[in-house]
């Protein structure tokens, strides 16, 4: 991020954009490993207070050959900054622009999001039509509860993951491997990407069924925690003893979409805060 630091002081909690967390991955860039930019499309005390974004990232970073980084969206006085070239739009942990990545991953929690996606795509000088992308773009992938109707975002996302992902997107992830391997451009990824169960690839005719988590007590979580040197919106540590609501009330979204109703033995939660 280029700029000057009285600059940065001139905006609202300039510990948004140099977070120095402890606890990060520490992989170093390489251009050989696939590279992923994460990203919760809200500001970063909301973003980082997402569990689901925490276990992907951790999950992405455990590949040997994979490293992954977080972008958020700025708040509107940075947002000028940005626009006006006085700041770089660079990731967080290896301060690259968006077009450097292989992969960029959006999860959307709630439809007001998609505003804030748009955002970033146009502060990262990505084309907004996915139709209109080149082979020097990333790939965009979404998901997220609000991902269930992916009619919504087909236009934007080259591949959409509807349910729980962490299955279908470590399947994913070992054929980006191997495309990246073969030095596969990103047109010829997007045709020749295998049919992945939970994974729609908007850029052909197909239909998509949800997918969940079976293995609930033995699924991947996180064995570091990402410790934020600024207040975040829910400043603590999660463990995650369920998935699912028992009630299913008619108006909950969370009770229907993460059917079946699943628990973590306390054996597993006792081994899970250990090492956290």
């Not at 000028?80 to 991953?105: A, R």
């Not at 934007?156 to 054929?175: C, H, N, P, R």
């Not at 999660?238 to 229907?256: D, K, N, S, T, V």
Request: aromatic share 14%; glycine share 4%; net charge neutral.
């Amino acid at each position: 991020m280029t700029g000057s630091v009285k600059d940065l002081l001139s905006v609202e909690k300039p510990s948004r954009y140099f977070p120095f967390e402890l606890g990060r991955a520490d992989k170093k860039w390489d251009n050989k490993k696939l590279s992923f930019c994460l990203s919760y499309p809200d500001s970063y005390e909301i973003g980082m207070s997402n569990l689901g974004l925490r276990i992907i990232y951790s999950l992405l970073n455990s590949f040997e050959k994979v490293v992954c980084d977080r972008i958020f969206c700025p708040f509107s006085d940075m947002e000028e900054k940005y626009k006006n070239q006085n700041y770089d739009f660079t990731s967080i942990e290896h301060n690259k622009k968006l077009n450097e990545f292989d992969v960029l991953g959006f999860t959307f929690q709630y439809e007001l999001l998609y505003t804030n996606f748009l955002t970033i795509l146009n502060l990262g000088s990505i084309d907004f039509d996915k139709s209109k992308r080149n082979d020097e773009q990333p790939i965009i992938i979404a998901g997220g509860p609000a991902m269930f109707n992916p009619a919504i975002m087909r236009k934007f996302a080259d591949f959409i993951f509807v349910g729980e992902a962490e299955q279908s997107l470590k399947i994913f992830t070992e054929y980006l491997i191997d495309f990246k391997n073969k030095n596969a451009s990103r047109s010829y990824i997007i045709q020749n990407m295998p049919e992945i169960e939970g994974v729609l690839n908007t850029h052909k005719p197909s239909k998509v069924k949800r997918t969940w988590v079976e293995d609930f007590e033995n699924c991947f979580f996180p064995d570091k925690w990402l410790v934020p040197l600024s207040s975040i919106t829910h400043d603590r540590i999660f463990l995650e003893i369920m998935r699912g609501c028992p009630h299913g009330c008619r108006f909950c979204q969370a009770g229907f979409l993460y059917r079946p109703l699943r628990y973590r033995s306390v054996e597993k939660l006792k081994n899970i805060a250990d090492k956290l």
